[in-house]
């Protein structure tokens, strides 16, 4: 069986910690970690390039994240030719509603509020199955 | 003329004749003919003297020849007393001594004896008409003199002082204010243009020139000009300068003018414009010092929903690693205090939301509308009544209270004060809440009112700042975090408005307000 994936883009170690250890409890899928917006972009291009991508079952985007932020990459994934339908839930301490509606509009599964339970991943996780 | 001589007031004459018979034949002609005229008689020359001295008469009818005192002498005794007596002569003679010596005294007029009416009349009228016209003359110089002095007094009065130039012959008249608001004597100096032009500032000079040429120009309108007096004290004085043209057919251009001095108004102006000014520039600096806190609230604000909010979160998301995996720890002191601090976590956040409802009441932006206060506190109570049916709780909420405001903050503030009425009767057996409005010194203050738990007055100070409670938490089914009325507190505050309470304790409290009546729309927030 090939491997599937959960990429998580997160810069703070912590929170990186945390998400990992949830997303550990709550499902198989390996995890690929992405510390900011540019290294999930070049990491997503990687794996376009050797069709792979399709192996992520869920991208968990962090909003506030250096260089390029979770906003621009969500608008990048969104227009991208083959990437567009990748599955993204955001992962947020920040209650902007702007920016709320704004990844609405852009398709994401779900708008988590950190911290991240089980229960909620494994919620977001049997939605995304379901679409498959 | 006898009719106008009546109307310049009454004419009196003296007719002296020593003959019986003719003095009354003549007089009786004279009442019939003239009966405006007030005629004194006399025999002769000294019981006319008598009766002149005592009234004066204008005009006195003498006969020459008579005895006692003859009517030359009596005439110059006449014209000792009044020069301006006017003497007819009634003379036989016509001997030219006589007439000298009579027109030297000053007898100018005199009839022929034997008399004949027509002549006496003739003399008569042309006498009466003269003193008449003299009356006339000296009632208008006296009219004349009295409106000069009237007019000078009002230009006094106001410090207008007016002037008159004529263009052709360069003559030019001043007013005596217009000397005083030149700093000069009246009369003091010879009024000529150059004069005139020489009391303005040199810088004032060409404005002065150019009024005088406009008002020339047949088609101007009437400006004034407000140019410096340079007074020999040299102090400066400010004159609205007026100018019109005056074309009198047969005559030249004439210009007249008023010089109004109006340098304490002037003063008073700029003072005025300075002050406003003044008050602009502190509004302004006041409006940029406010928009600066807003705008530090707001970064403060985002500081505590963003920044703070993410390692708060990473904190609960720890205490749930530690719950979750240390749960078969066997010390039970991990668990609870892993589950204290997670308590702990939740105040945090509640603290942080709390002080974020806060905060955007300052930084939101006002919607004003008319909004009907009696509704939205009906549908309220409808919903708090809906909520627990088994209470027994009378509203009274008073009809048609209407302001203008936010409707979704009024609404917020109504249902924060509601729920506390609701809430502080529950211990009641029949609850009682109020909504209602009353006039305070021509301000409307409104109002809600309830009999239930109240407050101790000394607490009324902690009532409206946020986190400070007077009950204790699990009193009333009370698990807030204090900022209810600190957010009434605030709407009331964003409408321009005071709050206060006033409490007993088992007896009930109530909360009042006020709200500016028109409160201003928008934001404190600078626009971007």
Same mark, same amino acid.
């Given at each position: 069986?090939?491997?599937?994936?959960?990429?998580?883009?997160?810069? @703070?170690?912590?929170?990186?910690?945390?998400?990992?250890?949830?997303?550990?409890?709550?499902?198989?899928?390996?995890?690929?970690?992405?510390?900011?917006?540019?290294?999930?972009?070049?990491?997503?291009? %990687?794996?376009?390039?050797?069709?792979?991508?399709?192996?992520?079952?869920?991208?968990? %985007?962090?909003?506030?994240?250096?260089?390029?932020?979770?906003?621009?990459?969500?608008?990048?994934?969104?227009?991208?030719?083959?990437?567009?339908?990748?599955?993204?839930?955001?992962?947020?301490?920040?209650? @902007?509603?702007?920016?709320?509606?704004?990844?609405?509009?852009?398709?994401?599964?779900?708008?988590?509020?950190?911290?991240?339970?089980?229960?909620?991943?494994?919620?977001?996780?049997?939605?995304?199955?379901?679409?498959? | 003329?006898?009719?106008?001589?009546?109307?310049?007031?009454?004419?009196?004459?003296?007719?002296?004749?020593? #003959? =019986?018979?003719?003095?009354?034949?003549?007089?009786?002609?004279?009442?019939?003919?003239?009966?405006?005229?007030?005629?004194?008689?006399?025999?002769?020359?000294?019981?006319?003297? #008598?009766?002149?001295?005592?009234?004066? +008469?204008?005009?006195?009818?003498?006969?020459?020849?008579?005895?006692?005192? /003859?009517?030359?002498?009596?005439?110059?005794?006449?014209?000792?007393?009044?020069?301006?007596?006017?003497?007819?002569?009634?003379?036989?003679?016509?001997?030219?001594?006589?007439?000298?010596?009579?027109?030297?005294?000053?007898?100018?007029?005199?009839?022929?004896?034997?008399?004949?009416? *027509?002549?006496?009349?003739?003399?008569?009228?042309?006498?009466? #008409?003269?003193?008449?016209?003299?009356?006339?003359?000296?009632?208008?110089?006296?009219?004349?003199?009295?409106?000069?002095?009237?007019?000078?007094?009002?230009?006094?009065? =106001?410090?207008?002082?007016?002037? *008159?130039?004529?263009?052709?012959?360069?003559?030019?008249?001043?007013?005596?204010?217009?000397?005083?608001?030149?700093?000069?004597? +009246?009369?003091?100096? +010879?009024?000529?243009? *150059?004069?005139?032009?020489?009391?303005?500032?040199?810088?004032? $000079?060409?404005?002065?020139?150019?009024?005088?040429?406009?008002?020339?120009?047949?088609?101007?309108?009437?400006?004034?000009?407000?140019?410096?007096?340079?007074?020999?004290? =040299?102090?400066?004085?400010?004159?609205?300068?007026?100018?019109?043209?005056?074309?009198?057919?047969?005559?030249?251009?004439?210009?007249?003018?008023?010089?109004? /001095?109006?340098?304490?108004?002037? #003063?008073?102006?700029?003072?005025?414009?300075?002050?406003?000014?003044?008050?602009?520039?502190?509004?302004?600096? $006041?409006?940029?010092?406010?928009?600066?806190?807003?705008?530090?609230?707001?970064?403060?604000?985002?500081?505590?929903?963003?920044?703070?909010?993410?390692?708060?979160?990473?904190?609960?998301?720890?205490?749930?690693?530690?719950?979750?995996?240390?749960?078969?720890?066997?010390?039970?002191?991990?668990? *609870?205090?892993?589950?204290?601090?997670?308590?702990?976590?939740?105040?945090?956040?509640?603290?942080?939301?709390?002080?974020?409802?806060?905060?955007?009441?300052?930084?939101?932006?006002?919607?004003?509308?008319?909004? /009907?206060?009696?509704?939205? =506190?009906? /549908?309220?109570?409808?919903?708090?009544?809906?909520?627990?049916?088994?209470?027994?709780?009378?509203?009274?909420?008073?009809?048609?209270?209407?302001?203008?405001?936010? $409707?979704?903050?009024?609404?917020?503030?109504?249902?924060?004060?509601?729920?506390?009425?609701?809430?502080?009767?529950?211990?009641?057996?029949?609850?009682?809440?109020?909504?209602?409005?009353?006039?305070?010194?021509?301000?409307?203050?409104?109002?809600?009112?309830?009999?239930?738990?109240?407050?101790?007055?000394?607490?009324?100070?902690?009532?409206?700042?946020?986190?400070?409670?007077?009950?204790?938490?699990?009193?009333?089914?009370?698990?807030?975090?204090?900022?209810?009325?600190?957010?009434?507190?605030?709407?009331?505050?964003?409408?321009?408005?005071?709050?206060?309470?006033?409490?007993?304790?088992?007896?009930?409290?109530?909360?009042?307000?006020?709200?500016?009546?028109? +409160?201003?729309?928008?934001?404190?927030?600078?626009?971007?």
């Amino acid at each position: 069986m090939a491997h599937s994936y959960i990429l998580l883009v997160e810069d @703070n170690p912590d929170d990186a910690f945390l998400a990992s250890r949830i997303i550990g409890k709550a499902c198989r899928h390996e995890i690929l970690m992405a510390r900011d917006g540019e290294e999930a972009h070049d990491l997503l291009l %990687l794996m376009e390039r050797d069709h792979t991508f399709h192996q992520i079952k869920l991208v968990l %985007l962090d909003l506030k994240l250096p260089k390029i932020s979770g906003l621009e990459l969500l608008e990048g994934i969104r227009s991208s030719e083959k990437l567009h339908g990748l599955r993204v839930a955001i992962l947020t301490s920040s209650d @902007n509603e702007t920016d709320q509606k704004k990844c609405r509009e852009l398709g994401v599964v779900d708008y988590i509020y950190k911290p991240m339970t089980v229960d909620r991943l494994k919620s977001v996780l049997s939605r995304s199955e379901a679409h498959e | 003329m006898k009719e106008e001589a009546g109307e310049a007031g009454e004419i009196s004459m003296l007719y002296v004749e020593d #003959e =019986a018979d003719a003095r009354q034949m003549v007089a009786r002609m004279l009442t019939m003919n003239y009966p405006n005229l007030t005629i004194y008689n006399a025999e002769n020359g000294l019981a006319a003297l #008598e009766i002149y001295r005592r009234h004066t +008469p204008e005009i006195v009818l003498t006969d020459i020849n008579m005895p006692v005192m /003859d009517g030359i002498r009596m005439s110059r005794e006449i014209k000792a007393i009044n020069p301006e007596a006017r003497i007819i002569a009634v003379t036989a003679h016509s001997d030219t001594s006589y007439l000298l010596s009579a027109i030297e005294i000053g007898v100018h007029h005199y009839v022929l004896k034997p008399l004949n009416y *027509q002549e006496l009349f003739s003399v008569l009228d042309k006498v009466l #008409e003269q003193i008449t016209l003299k009356r006339l003359v000296a009632e208008q110089h006296r009219r004349l003199a009295q409106s000069e002095r009237q007019l000078a007094g009002a230009q006094r009065i =106001a410090h207008l002082g007016s002037w *008159q130039r004529d263009i052709e012959s360069g003559t030019m008249n001043w007013s005596d204010e217009l000397y005083r608001i030149c700093g000069l004597e +009246p009369g003091s100096i +010879p009024a000529s243009y *150059q004069a005139f032009l020489e009391r303005f500032h040199p810088e004032d $000079r060409e404005s002065v020139t150019r009024s005088m040429l406009n008002a020339m120009n047949p088609g101007h309108h009437p400006e004034h000009e407000f140019c410096r007096v340079l007074r020999p004290d =040299a102090s400066l004085r400010v004159v609205r300068l007026d100018v019109e043209s005056v074309r009198e057919p047969g005559s030249g251009q004439t210009l007249i003018g008023t010089c109004h /001095d109006v340098t304490e108004l002037k #003063e008073a102006e700029v003072q005025v414009r300075s002050l406003t000014e003044d008050l602009e520039r502190r509004v302004q600096q $006041r409006t940029s010092l406010l928009q600066a806190s807003v705008s530090e609230l707001e970064s403060f604000s985002y500081f505590v929903s963003h920044d703070l909010r993410a390692p708060v979160a990473r904190l609960e998301g720890f205490c749930t690693a530690l719950l979750e995996d240390c749960g078969v720890c066997g010390n039970s002191n991990c668990r *609870q205090y892993a589950e204290r601090a997670r308590n702990v976590v939740q105040q945090i956040k509640q603290i942080m939301d709390a002080f974020n409802s806060l905060t955007h009441l300052a930084r939101c932006t006002l919607m004003i509308q008319e909004t /009907d206060l009696s509704a939205l =506190a009906r /549908d309220i109570a409808e919903g708090l009544a809906g909520s627990r049916p088994e209470r027994h709780v009378e509203f009274v909420i008073a009809e048609g209270v209407c302001v203008r405001g936010d $409707r979704e903050l009024l609404k917020k503030a109504l249902e924060q004060l509601l729920n506390n009425a609701w809430r502080f009767t529950s211990k009641k057996e029949r609850g009682e809440i109020e909504f209602g409005r009353f006039d305070q010194e021509g301000i409307p203050v409104y109002f809600v009112r309830d009999n239930g738990a109240g407050f101790n007055m000394k607490y009324a100070e902690k009532l409206f700042k946020p986190f400070q409670t007077i009950h204790t938490p699990g009193e009333f089914a009370w698990s807030g975090t204090g900022i209810g009325l600190a957010l009434v507190h605030g709407i009331v505050l964003r409408h321009g408005g005071r709050i206060w309470a006033e409490g007993e304790v088992d007896r009930g409290a109530t909360f009042y307000f006020t709200l500016e009546q028109n +409160p201003e729309s928008g934001s404190y927030l600078k626009e971007a």
